[in-house]
């Protein structure tokens, strides 16, 4: 296009590309700078150490039990959020999407408050002989709080988007709720659950405030890497770098490699007939 009207979309589509790339620069700048600062040799050096090991133990161990938790209560009531009318689903939607804007410290403190010795279930707990803070425990309880949300959003936006049609086809044939669940809406959805899943786990891997107020920083046991990463820091900035880059490498490679397992691509042959006939 020539005129004024070609050189208005030539200078758009510019400030466009230069979007991108500055975005791009922001994200990339701060990951590179923590393997340029280390020389290779010190790093892998570095990465054979006790804390890095322990710590490695204890977040991989802590992020997938979150993650088991959090996809097997999660999912069921994503759906059930789902189905229901918006304005019913609408204030339970917003109360499971509330870790979203707290401060992590805060959760952490919240759910000290709540399990702790002297919080509201403190004695309860107690009283069955039942210890929470500073355990195992609760580094999965602080990743289950600050992870969930990531998880039910995409899932609740993944059933959302099946097709009602097909539900009800599968209701008039015959199926249960629970067969047209695992028959029908549950394989539809799989993409964007997948997907939200990939973000819950990234998400467990990465915490760092709410796991540190929670449960502490007890080496091999509750010492995250994250966690491991802010106490090295005032001891040995190279191992603190070495850390760093140990959870940046585990935590996308898991990302990525956990979105393309999961991931299926949509069927775009189903339609209500052969999808029905899944079911009977």
């Known amino acids: 296009m020539r005129g004024p009207a070609g050189r208005i979309d030539r200078w758009v589509a510019f400030f466009f590309g230069l979007a991108v790339a500055a975005l791009l620069a922001f994200i990339l700048l701060p990951v590179v700078a923590i393997f340029a600062r280390v020389p290779p040799g010190t790093l892998v050096a570095q990465l054979h150490s006790r804390v890095a090991l322990d710590a490695l133990e204890v977040s991989l161990r802590a992020s997938l039990s979150a993650l088991a938790v959090i996809l097997l209560f999660g999912t069921p009531a994503a759906y059930a959020l789902a189905t229901r009318p918006r304005r019913h689903s609408a204030t339970l939607t917003t109360i499971l999407e509330l870790p979203l804007v707290l401060p992590p410290p805060v959760a952490g403190l919240g759910l000290l408050m709540a399990f702790g010795r002297e919080g509201l279930l403190g004695g309860p707990l107690r009283a069955v002989g039942v210890t929470i803070t500073f355990t195992q425990i609760a580094v999965v309880m602080a990743l289950v709080f600050v992870s969930l949300p990531f998880f039910v959003r995409q899932a609740i936006a993944s059933f959302q988007s099946v097709d009602p049609q097909l539900i009800a086809a599968s209701r008039i044939l015959g199926a249960g709720q629970a067969r047209t669940f695992f028959r029908v809406a549950l394989p539809l959805a799989r993409p964007g659950l997948s997907a ?7 998400r ?24 491991a990463v802010f106490t090295e820091l005032a001891r040995d900035l190279d191992a603190a770098l070495a850390i760093a880059a140990l959870l940046v490498a585990i935590s996308a490679g898991l990302f990525v490699g956990f979105k ?3 991931r299926e691509p949509h069927p775009s042959w189903l339609d209500s007939s052969s999808s029905t006939s899944a079911i009977v």
């Open 204 to 227: 467990s891997l990465g915490e760092f405030g709410a796991t540190l107020m929670f449960a502490g920083s007890l080496p091999g046991s509750t010492q995250t890497l994250p966690v």
């Open 260 to 262: 393309l397992l999961l």
């Open 196 to 202: 939200g899943a990939a973000l819950a786990l990234a």
